[in-house]
């Protein structure tokens, strides 16, 4: 069965910082891959996704992901994070099924 | 409507009493989707519909758990019994369609989320 893997629970922050999310799947076929955002008080909402092609993918507000096939990953970065950053992050997966799977989360708290 | 609405936002019941739960999705969208959130986890997938047939129900976690969409649009969730285990966010997703790796077709759009505590 697919499943995802996110490697930190939380995270805590300066803003300024760079930022690494850990994200690995298990499923040997094509993926689509994606970075959904819970901001404090709203709902889940996409960020990035990867259908095909390039694996680096641009997001919204500077987020940036790399799908490393070979890894069966795909990791989040931010090379300088804002206090306005602070939520929680998912990785999810979807493999040509109907189910789109998602990982544990990681809270990313950015101190001001 | 402009995005997916999910009522009740919050529902408190006592163990033993049936809930439903409505999810209204984005105009257009035939699949639609519920998960279930528990604290400190992510979403985790109940059933897909593909327009008024549930295509994929696997993860419902047992027969308490049923879930209807007569006429492809607005879907509710319906649980027998409550639990106590059963308190969640239960999030309702639509996208513009399910099955493969179109691209572009398979990002979801979630609703806020109803959040279910049985006592």
């Known amino acids: 069965a697919q499943s995802v893997s996110q490697h930190n629970h939380h995270v805590i922050l300066s803003e300024a910082a760079s930022l690494e999310l850990g994200c690995n799947y298990s499923y040997g076929g094509t993926v689509n891959l994606f970075w959904y955002v819970q901001y404090p008080g709203q709902h889940l909402q996409l960020l990035l996704k990867y259908f095909s092609g390039d694996p680096l993918v641009k997001g919204i507000k500077g987020f940036e992901a790399e799908f490393i096939k070979s890894k069966f990953s795909f990791n989040l970065r931010k090379p300088s994070v804002q206090w306005s950053d602070t939520a929680e992050y998912f990785c999810?997966?979807?493999?040509?099924?109907?189910?789109?799977?998602f990982g544990a989360g990681t809270r990313l708290f950015v101190k001001a | 409507g402009a995005g997916v609405s999910q009522t009740p936002s919050n529902k408190v019941t006592e163990k033993g009493k049936y809930v439903e739960l409505r999810c209204d999705p984005i105009?257009?969208?035939?699949?639609l989707y519920w998960y279930r959130q528990s604290l400190g986890q992510g979403p985790e997938f109940l059933i897909y519909f593909q327009g008024t047939g549930a295509a994929d129900d696997s993860g419902l976690p047992n027969d308490r758990f049923f879930a209807v969409r007569p006429e492809g649009s607005v879907s509710t969730l319906k649980i027998q019994r409550t639990e106590r285990g059963d308190s969640a966010v239960y999030l309702c997703?639509?996208?513009?369609?399910?099955?493969?790796?179109?691209?572009?077709?398979?990002?979801?759009?979630f609703g806020a989320g109803s959040r279910l505590t049985v006592l």
């Open positions: 999810a997966v979807k493999a040509g099924g109907f189910k789109t799977i």
């Open positions: 105009s257009g969208h035939t699949a």
């Open positions: 997703a639509s996208s513009s369609t399910g099955r493969g790796l179109t691209s572009g077709a398979n990002v979801l759009t």
